[in-house]
């Protein structure tokens, strides 16, 4: 059985909105979680097709780089009346370099093409730990709400300014940061990931 004892902990992302969350959910477990920015890793390109798929691809190559733990989050926004649009491709529909007011406005515009009143939405978040020897873990979260334009609030990052949670007035971008990391699907996965923990230390 697999455990994982507090120290280095490799965040195998480049994103530094992801890298916040993820040392303000790892650092007080005792974690010190070095980001792939900040060692200069190579970005894999996300060839799987599912969150888990890309998540393990992405901390098993972290892994492999520094001989270390890596953590990897992979992440999206899905939005009902789009099939789950745009899911794995998130970062893509931002395209290169990254706008996300310009994806937020295509995802209005799927909307409007096609002339539904169904703005619901959630955000998946898959967390994905991978040894240096191939072993992988991953744990999904998930947090459902609706989309609401034109976008609001510059306190988060990505589609945050366009996702109100189920039973909120504001947008992700509007909230507190310490508010939206303890309701997050970031959280969710985060409470399966450290429930894992608490079962394989006993
Ligand atoms: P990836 O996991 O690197 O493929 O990127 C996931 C993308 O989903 C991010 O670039 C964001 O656009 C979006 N995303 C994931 N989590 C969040 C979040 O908490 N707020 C806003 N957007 C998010």
Redesign the pocket.
Known sequence: MRTLSAGELIAA?H?S??VK?LKALFEPLGFKVVSAIDLDLPEPE?TEKTFVG?AILKAKAAAEATGKPALS?????AVTALDGAPG?Y???W?GEP?D?GL?MEKVRAELDAKGTTDYSAR?I?VLAICWPDGHSEAFEGEIAGHLEFPPRGDR?????PI?VATGETIT?GEMDPDR?HAM???ADAFKKLTAWLEAVAN
């Open positions: 992302t994103n909105g992801k969350e996300e890309n989050d992979d992440s999206g926004l794995i998130s970062a893509r931002a990254r996300f994806a955000f978040c988060g990052f990505g589609y945050d996702f992700f939206k997050s699907h970031r």
